[in-house]
């Protein structure tokens, strides 16, 4: 799986849950799937590496990279 430039996703399928995350934790991807591979959350951050696109979506880590902070200086008259 990591013989490639893009990263956007990768699954296994094992009824083994350590061996599925010894392997998943191996691969060079923005996203991994254990026993499926057409789910997305809400509440999990989707993004790729490699050539697979800049930055990421969804989650509050998706929100971050679409705002910025700004720093308000205020003093009372």
């Known amino acids: ?3 490639t430039r893009y990263g956007l996703t990768a699954g296994v399928y094992t009824r083994n849950e350590a061996r599925a995350q010894r392997l998943l934790e191996q691969v060079n991807a923005g996203s991994v799937y254990w026993n499926c591979c057409d789910r997305v959350s ?6 790729g590496v490699g050539d697979s696109g800049v930055g990421l979506t969804l989650s509050t880590y998706g ?3 679409f705002t ?9 008259a």
Do not use: E, F, G
């Open 1 to 3: 799986m990591n013989d």
């Open 42 to 47: 809400p509440r999990l951050p989707w993004s």
């Open 63 to 65: 929100i971050d990279t």
């Open 68 to 76: 910025r902070t700004k720093a308000w200086h205020l003093k009372q």
